[in-house]
């Protein structure tokens, strides 16, 4: 059963890597009609993920793919009892690429305006939905004693799922604005360097508010907290990630600010597959439905073939985002062959 464990961390490490990577594009496009005021702003913010937003979404490919050849049943249970929400966070996914190479198309200036605004919108709204699929998933769904989830797309927007929703995207909206600043220059950057203090206190206050009302509700993953000591370490680690955040930021040390910001949400990401372990999907109707990472696996020769492939596989990946980041690393330009 080893196997089954050491899934379960790769799966929830996958997670973070997507969250942290692409979480901040989102970030960026959250912001991109708060901050930038012209359209050469609007480009240089557009230019700054210009390289990398595609690779991002790869590792959010790897978790679909673990899920779907190491946890087939919990696979099937979320997009079969959630196909309609599955299915908008897939259409908003497309629209957001759509959005991207369709701006600069065109020099008219109602065209580029409508492509502000979707790109600016469907990142908000794909942060959104991110957060509230979060939120239903560590609350707790209604998963009968055939393995399905009975809930449509808007049993899913509870108080809680959608407080999730809001904190995940001020959290990316922090998450870009770190980045941003380590990308632009001039006013367009001193104008982000005045919203960013705002950003996290406004996450830290949601984040907070999310936290007290797990507690007050009970919700089923916060009893391994409630119960034992050690698991705290995890979500002590992510409040002294932001405290760093916050540290670095004030002495104008972003790429450590940044990296403190990415630690904090695999943190978060952590301290929530902890409270969830060793479930997968948590039943409303009865623990006993519980999918975990042991009835809802593949068989042992299956996660020690996928194992293997993740092995060699993974490096390249790294690989890859390790390089196109340090190929475009430094200030954004914009010339006619930018977005």
Do not use: C
């Amino acid at each position: 059963m080893i196997l089954n464990e050491i899934w379960f961390i790769l799966f929830i490490v996958i997670v973070g890597g997507y969250l942290i990577l692409d979480g901040f594009d989102m970030g960026v496009g959250i912001l991109h009609l708060v901050v930038a005021r012209t359209d050469g702003e609007r480009r240089a913010l557009l230019n700054s993920i210009g390289p990398v937003w595609d690779g991002n979404e790869v590792w959010l490919i790897l978790g679909g793919g673990v899920l779907f050849a190491v946890f087939p049943f919990a696979y099937a249970s979320l997009f079969s009892g959630m196909y309609l929400a599955f299915m908008l966070v897939l259409v908003v996914l497309i629209f957001r690429a759509v959005t991207l190479e369709f701006r600069s198309q065109r020099t008219g200036k109602a065209w580029r305006t409508v492509w502000d605004w979707s790109f600016s919108l469907s990142s908000l709204v794909l942060a959104l939905l991110l957060g509230v699929a979060f939120g239903a998933v560590v609350s707790g769904v209604p998963l009968d004693a055939d393995q399905e989830i009975e809930v449509n797309l808007f049993g899913l927007l509870t108080p809680y799922n959608l407080l999730v929703g809001v904190t995940t995207v001020a959290m990316f909206a922090m998450h870009g604005g770190i980045y941003l600043i380590m990308k632009t220059e001039d006013d367009l950057q001193a104008r982000i360097k005045g919203y960013l203090p705002y950003l996290m206190g406004l996450f830290v206050v949601l984040n907070t508010l999310l936290v007290i009302f797990a507690l007050a509700l009970g919700l089923p993953f916060t009893d391994r907290y409630l119960e034992q000591i050690w698991p705290v370490i995890f979500p002590a680690a992510a409040l002294a990630a932001m405290a760093a955040v916050w540290y670095f930021v004030q002495r104008a040390r972003y790429f450590s600010a940044f990296v403190a910001s990415s630690l904090m949400i695999l943190m978060l990401i952590v301290a929530g597959g902890i409270g969830m372990h060793p479930n997968l999907l948590v039943s409303t109707i009865d623990s006993a439905y519980n999918l975990t990472i042991f009835n809802a696996a593949s068989e042992q020769n299956t996660l020690q073939v996928a194992l293997i492939i993740a092995l060699i596989g993974m490096p390249f990946v790294l690989l890859y985002t390790a390089g196109v980041y340090y190929i475009f690393r430094g200030k954004v330009t914009v010339d006619n062959t930018s977005y």
